[in-house]
């Protein structure tokens, strides 16, 4: 075969690929993700030409293939996309990847992931040279008259380009592994990154075939037949949900999507469908799981998507600390492939995505309240966590959840926050004309105290999740004229400091005698011990913490 032209890829370093190599090891799988999507691009492309009149030809059924061959230890992915000439290989392929390579090998040295470098650098094609020690493209360009090109590098910054073989429009990238990632001729790898990477590509990716059953007439008996057929594997979905408009889903739509996704998952609580376009384009779907006990399990569950490629599931950042719980995919072209937490932080579009859906969140849990409180209570259990983190965490989610927030008594019964104050404040508002809103975070054991508030017909409410220490800090905080005290923080009698004079059965001497023998025997700092006998129906004596010296005691355990 005759060799057209030589030359040299356009960068000024020379041997760049080795430094790529030992670079980009720990993620190099990215490579199948970087060629298969420049492989969808281009069929999306002659999709888009074809739709604007500007080719004419035979557009196909939109395929990109993945095959392996092992005996050559070669992988090629292969698309009928609109193809390139010799030319474009060498504007898009020669230069574009390293125009500015010294400034590359600057910032190379502090890039911490494949992801970045890739992304800033567009070094898409190119990583291709990860895993392989030679990579050929042969490629047949759309355009009337066009040759089939061929493009040949091993890995140094010479190539060469010459006539190519393919006979129908498109493209394949064939790349000859090398030794040490031999790994990636094995069927089930390139399955398994297949399907993390392209499982939702818009455009179907071909692997292999498999068998699918037939009708194939009758038997002598009149009963139908069937015949094994080999088709196709198609490894992806090419339109999943978030790419479309809600009111064409169904909630079983949103149920099979989310059984896709999380094949052993329970089924979620609900779900909210994320579709923006400005200021920035996002779309995608979040689920609300039943809580577990075990949250880390849970955490990072959130799929990054950009125009339907898979990115990360370190969605830190995009998505609000207290939502990290929940489920499902983002897919936002607006969101830098290059998914390093310093430059997610300083990017302004993420931000504003950030905020996007806290708000997309609370409104959704808003709707949910408005149009069914009792469904909205049952689920409480499940999303109480998410509500209250979020109150504590976010200012604008307080706003908005303050109105939705649920509080639950040790009835069992649920109230808003308006609506439980509104209901203790004539019993419950101290001497000062503050609501004291009475808790206990451990019902079981603060029984006794429970039933003497009760008694008095306080009530108290259920603060027993891990999160409640802090909610109750922001309820003070925000709420106005309004404090939290613990059920066992005084016998029941004093929980709401009054103005009456309280007299107690007891004369000072004996309540004193019978106060000294109980300390003696507690001697624990920050205790009290109550005499009380000014009620027949409580403990006379009790044993209790002050709610402020308490407060410190556990600021003091917390190492704060
Ligand atoms: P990017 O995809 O970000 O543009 P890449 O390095 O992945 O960067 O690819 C560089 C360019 O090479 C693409 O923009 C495209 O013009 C061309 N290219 C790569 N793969 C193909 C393909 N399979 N078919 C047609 N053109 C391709
Ligand atoms: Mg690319």
């Known amino acids: 075969m005759s060799i057209e032209e030589k030359g040299n890829i356009s960068i000024h370093t020379e041997n ?16 199948l993700r970087e060629l298969v999507s420049n492989a969808v691009d281009a069929v999306q492309k002659i999709k888009r030409l074809a739709a604007l009149g500007q080719y004419n030809g035979e557009l196909g059924n939109p395929l990109v293939e993945v095959a392996v061959d092992e005996a050559q230890k070669t992988i090629t992915i292969s698309d009928n996309g609109l193809g390139m000439t010799a030319e474009e290989i060498k504007k898009y392929i ?32 190119y990583s291709a040279f990860m895993v392989a020690d030679l990579v050929e493209i042969q490629t047949l360009s759309y355009q009337d008259g066009a040759e089939p090109a061929k493009w040949v590098c091993d890995g140094s910054t010479s190539y060469e380009i010459s006539e190519g073989s393919r006979t129908t429009r498109g493209t394949d990238i064939i790349l000859h ?34 068998t699918e059953q037939e009708p194939d007439g009758e038997d002598e008996e009149g009963k139908p037949k069937t015949k094994d057929v080999e088709v196709d594997k198609i490894i992806n979905t090419t339109n999943p949900i978030w790419t479309k408009a809600p009111a064409d889903l169904s909630d079983q739509d949103y149920l099979d999507f989310y059984k896709q996704l999380y094949p052993f998952g329970e089924d979620p609580l609900f779900w909210i469908h994320l579709n923006v376009d400005y200021p920035f384009n996002l779309t995608g779907v ?13 955490r990072n569950k959130i799929k990054l998507f950009s125009r339907q490629v898979f990115i990360t599931d370190e969605v830190k ?46 409104d959704k849990l808003a709707e949910l309240f408005n149009k069914d409180r009792k469904g ?13 983190y979020g109150m504590v965490s976010e200012e604008k989610f307080y706003d908005k959840a303050k109105d939705f927030a649920l509080l639950t008594n040790t009835k069992k019964e649920h109230f808003t926050i308006e609506e439980y104050k509104e209901k203790v404040k004539d019993l419950q508002t101290d001497k ?76 000072e001497e004996q309540s004193k005698t019978v106060k000294e023998v109980f300390e003696k025997a507690i001697s624990k700092p920050g205790y009290n011990v109550e005499i009380v006998a000014l009620n027949p129906e409580e403990l006379p004596v009790t044993v209790t913490m002050d709610e402020f010296m308490r407060r410190m005691k556990d600021m003091a355990a917390m190492g704060g």
């Open 16 to 31: 760049i690929f080795p430094i790529i190599k030992k670079f980009l090891y720990s993620d190099n799988e990215i490579f």
């Open 94 to 125: 020669n230069q574009v990847a390293f125009s500015g390579a010294s400034e590359f090998v600057e910032k190379f040295k502090d890039a911490k992931d494949a992801n970045e470098i890739i992304g800033k650098f567009g070094l898409g094609f």
């Open 177 to 210: 592994i090398n030794a040490e990632s031999e790994e990636f001729l094995s069927k089930f790898k390139l399955e398994e990154i297949l399907d993390k990477y392209g499982k939702f590509l818009p455009v179907p990716i071909k692997f292999g075939t498999t």
């Open 286 to 298: 979040l689920y609300f799981p039943k809580v577990k006990n075990d949250f880390d399990m849970q």
């Open 317 to 362: 950042d995009i998505v609000p600390e207290f939502l990290m719980l929940l489920h499902g995919v983002i897919d936002s072209p607006d969101i830098p492939l290059n998914v390093s937490r310093s430059f997610l932080q300083a990017d302004s579009n993420v931000k504003k995505i950030n905020s996007y859906i806290t708000k997309k969140v609370a």
């Open 376 to 388: 909205f209570e049952e689920k409480w259990s499940d999303i109480g966590l998410f509500v209250k």
């Open 432 to 507: 000062n004309g503050q609501v004291v809103l009475i808790y206990s975070n451990d019902p079981a054991k603060q029984d006794s105290f429970i039933q003497s508030a009760n008694k008095q017909d306080y009530d108290v409410l259920v603060m027993d999740s891990p999160i409640d220490n802090h909610f109750i800090n922001s309820l003070e905080q925000k709420l106005e004229k309004t404090s939290l005290k613990r059920v066992d923080s005084s016998v029941a009698s004093k929980l709401i400091e009054k103005d009456e004079n309280l007299e107690s059965v007891l004369s």
